[in-house]
């Protein structure tokens, strides 16, 4: 990264005026920090820049730009380096490059794929066919198979093979597939090398492989290679037959990728598909517009609920004095109770049957903590400057403060379940949005509770 | 898993009654789905459980389970078979193992260690001086290392017998090592298996390889593999000396556990250190009640501020009735900010350097909003049944909407950039500290622009 950071100044003119140069000081570079270089410059040079690497190397660092700037060095490098450099891709990232093209830049380069290397254009048409959130749409065809019967020795010279003239996305571990591409086991290249060379495949696989489907989603396939530390798993149809294999450093993408996406809509926002200063003005503004409206709107029913009271507000003006603080605990005890289960939904350990087991920790807690804040309450009003009957108006407070933390614990906790259990991302019962219910409802419950107590004294 | 299930009811039974037979039925199972098993039993019918395995599987079926329960197992075993049972884990597992256990009872077993076998005690008292957040609390200091002129096929000799003796966490690198264990280079199994077994390992490593400090925070070690898609980082001190192997596997765990924790200071918890069942009533109180009574005090303030103009409220009660719809229009907007902000900050999309590029834009779009919401709210006010002035009262909502959107919005960009320029951990300035924030603001706006719009109209 200190290379990097050298090169910068330097980099354009280099490019310009000796790219040899330039190509071997790359060389020793990582793609990823040959894509940042390339992400930081004007797009024409960065096309230069593209044109001046090994096309082997190419195909690795657009695979790590973002979108934007992929179109761009697509579009700018012509038609035929462009096949070429998809042709050096592994199979998977060919097929996020394609899908993150604009639509006709896209279908004319697997047009001229076709030409080039049919096979490699079918198999981008197959593995499009499945969502990008699923373990369909994260696999790579590139893997090793051998049949049960293959030598131990014989799998390490096809291992060799293999590793030298294509491009499998790990060797790591060998598929061993029976009859029409049933899985039946896997060796890893630790076995291999331990066993004796003499032995079938059959004798020193594993058998019961954990697989998923391609219809998965993502982030089941996560918790699985989690769950079990793989370093890849199979993905197998229905009848068992080997599809492709999901690599964990997809996985820690994936599980980074789905964290960010949990935060941004927990914290009211449409979930942003690129990084936060590449995501345009417009897409942002939109993005944060649509929850806001959509609140601010939910939020106008205080305003009705206010106004139904405005009796209550004129008889004892010091009530109002005290909404602010009464409705907002309800959000901060429901917000807390969101993020908890949110996060225990995403990482498996609270299931939605498990609601009745969480009513009854919630109810605990939120009476509790209810009634530490609504003690702190009663005093705050009780000496209150303003009070003209201070113990009635604490009595109020206090009583409200129980019942409103009550209130937005149990929906902070119950909301996520049940959209869960609808089979939505619980994340999108956002901080706001349980802050906007929980104000509505506080102030009913404030206001209720003042009229109780204030016509029961008077 | 569905052996799991298939297994549970008659578990117990075979447990007591034909301990042999549960022994082969578990064989095929993985070790996290014994773990699974073993923690849904009782403790005593765990202990057995874990007595009936080999105690290479009951070694790494006690690292995946939770520490309550891991504690159990390692003191109902008794002395000699827990120790035996530590000296069959990876020495990280080990060291997690440790920590987790009370004092005491970690003391003993590593007084016992000791006597069994002293390098391994050793190895635990170099692996805790670590904190547990850092590389070289996540580290292994079992890795494959060999000199430079050792020959290929020496090292596929060499590696052989490494992985049948001790179990090297990862044999799927070598890491070559010069003069006091100076790192030069490493060489994966891929390479070696494609070079000439005649060559050196000099002659086939990778040079410049990206290696983290034991110091660093796990965060940064977790982005390092994230970035260079790696299976392995290795940890050198500050003389290049190699001191362990932070594996993929581990980061995945960190990237997860980061994750839940950023997610639950958001919501404004104190993280739990446990699962969300697993954390006892007590614990659980505690780390909501610390910043529900912070909040709560923080909030106090709202009251304050409205005594302060009772005057006004008195003079115009109308104002009240838009009070909550106000401020929680700054909180949602804040609230959106700051979470898009922690997670770019979390993923190193933006740095506190960037604050000035950060606050152009959420000027631009916290304006822009505002306007939306202003028009809005200035609509519903207008038409509102109780207005006496009604164009004075939209007046007043309108203009505070897009200031307390604007504010809301630069608190929720700009505090989460200055708790991390602090060194603190920016998901600190949860939504429920940034809605407190911009609800005291709020009023103050809010009354503000009602004296001055009230004054000059009338």
């Given at each position: 990264?200190?290379?990097?950071?050298?090169?910068?100044?330097?980099?354009?003119?280099?490019?310009?005026?000796?790219?040899?140069?330039?190509?071997?000081?790359?060389?020793?570079?990582?793609?990823?920090?040959?894509?940042?270089?390339?992400?930081?410059?004007?797009?024409?040079?960065?096309?230069?820049?593209?044109?001046?690497?090994?096309?082997?190397?190419?195909?690795?660092?657009?695979?790590?730009?973002?979108?934007?700037?992929?179109?761009?060095?697509?579009?700018?490098?012509?038609?035929?380096?462009?096949?070429?450099?998809?042709?050096?891709?592994?199979?998977?990232?060919?097929?996020?490059?394609?899908?993150?093209?604009?639509?006709?830049?896209?279908?004319?380069?697997?047009?001229?794929?076709?030409?080039?290397?049919?096979?490699?254009?079918?198999?981008?048409?197959?593995?499009?066919?499945?969502?990008?959130?699923?373990?369909?749409?994260?696999?790579?065809?590139?893997?090793?198979?051998?049949?049960?019967?293959?030598?131990?020795?014989?799998?390490?010279?096809?291992?060799?093979?293999?590793?030298?003239?294509?491009?499998?996305?790990?060797?790591?571990?060998?598929?061993?597939?029976?009859?029409?591409?049933?899985?039946?086991?896997?060796?890893?290249?630790?076995?291999?090398?331990?066993?004796?060379?003499?032995?079938?495949?059959?004798?020193?696989?594993?058998?019961?492989?954990?697989?998923?489907?391609?219809?998965?989603?993502?982030?089941?396939?996560?918790?699985?290679?989690?769950?079990?530390?793989?370093?890849?798993?199979?993905?197998?149809?229905?009848?068992?037959?080997?599809?492709?294999?999901?690599t964990v450093d997809d996985v820690v993408d994936v599980v980074v990728e789905e964290a960010t996406e949990d935060a941004q809509l927990m914290g009211g926002v449409?979930?942003?598909?690129?990084?936060?200063?590449?995501?345009?003005?417009?897409?942002?503004?939109?993005?944060?517009?649509?929850?806001?409206?959509?609140?601010?709107?939910a939020q106008m029913l205080t305003a009705n609920v206010m106004e139904g009271n405005r009796a209550t507000l004129q008889f004892a003006l010091e009530l109002a004095?005290?909404?602010?603080?009464?409705?907002?605990?309800?959000?901060?005890?429901?917000?807390?109770?969101?993020?908890?289960?949110?996060?225990?939904?995403?990482?498996?350990?609270?299931?939605?049957?498990?609601?009745?087991?969480?009513?009854?920790?919630?109810?605990?807690?939120?009476?509790?903590?209810?009634?530490?804040?609504?003690?702190?309450?009663?005093?705050?009003?009780?000496?209150?400057?303003?009070?003209?009957?201070?113990?009635?108006?604490?009595?109020?407070?206090?009583?409200?403060?129980?019942?409103?933390?009550?209130?937005?614990?149990?929906?902070?906790?119950?909301?996520?379940?049940?959209?869960r259990r609808l089979g939505l991302d619980p994340a999108v019962s956002s901080t706001p949005l349980i802050a906007s219910l929980s104000d509505v409802l506080g102030?009913?419950?404030?206001?209720?509770?003042?009229?109780?107590?204030?016509?029961?004294?008077?």
């Open positions: 990264m200190r290379l990097a950071s050298l090169l910068g100044p330097d980099l354009k003119e280099t490019l310009r005026m000796d790219p040899e140069a330039l190509r071997d000081a790359l060389e020793d570079l990582h793609p990823e920090d040959i894509a940042e270089l390339a992400g930081d410059l004007d797009p024409e040079d960065a096309v230069m820049l593209l044109q001046s690497l090994p096309s082997d190397v190419a195909a690795a660092v657009t695979g790590r730009l973002l979108p934007e700037r992929q179109t761009v060095i697509m579009e700018g490098l012509g038609m035929e380096p462009a096949v070429e450099l998809l042709r050096e891709m592994p199979p998977d990232d060919r097929v996020d490059l394609l899908q993150s093209l604009p639509d006709a830049t896209s279908a004319s380069l697997i047009a001229h794929l076709e030409q080039a290397e049919p096979e490699a254009a079918e198999e981008v048409r197959e593995l499009r066919a499945w969502d990008e959130d699923t373990a369909g749409g994260l696999m790579t065809p590139d893997f090793v198979v051998l049949p049960p019967d293959t030598k131990v020795w014989q799998a390490i010279e096809e291992l060799r093979r293999i590793a030298r003239e294509k491009d499998a996305e790990t060797i790591y571990s060998i598929y061993v597939c029976g009859y029409g591409d049933k899985l039946l086991g896997v060796v890893s290249l630790r076995d291999l090398i331990l066993s004796d060379p003499a032995q079938a495949l059959s004798d020193v696989m594993t058998e019961n492989v954990v697989r998923v489907a391609p219809t998965d989603d993502q982030e089941s396939v996560a918790l699985v290679i989690r769950r079990y530390d793989l370093g890849a798993v199979p993905v197998t149809d229905a009848q068992g037959r080997m599809l492709g294999i999901v449409v979930p942003l598909e690129d990084s936060y200063f590449d995501t345009g003005l417009r897409d942002f503004v939109w993005k944060r517009a649509t929850w806001l409206i959509i609140l601010f709107i004095i005290f909404i602010p603080l009464i409705i907002s605990s309800g959000g901060n005890a429901g917000s807390q109770s969101s993020s908890l289960l949110i996060r225990a939904l995403a990482v498996g350990e609270v299931r939605p049957k498990d609601w009745s087991r969480v009513l009854g920790r919630e109810v605990f807690i939120g009476v509790f903590l209810g009634c530490i804040l609504g003690l702190i309450g009663f005093a705050r009003a009780y000496f209150s400057a303003s009070a003209v009957e201070p113990l009635q108006l604490a009595l109020v407070v206090g009583a409200s403060v129980v019942a409103v933390v009550t209130m937005g614990t149990l929906i902070g906790s119950l909301l996520p379940l049940g959209i102030l009913l419950v404030y206001f209720a509770i003042a009229r109780l107590i204030l016509t029961v004294i008077l």
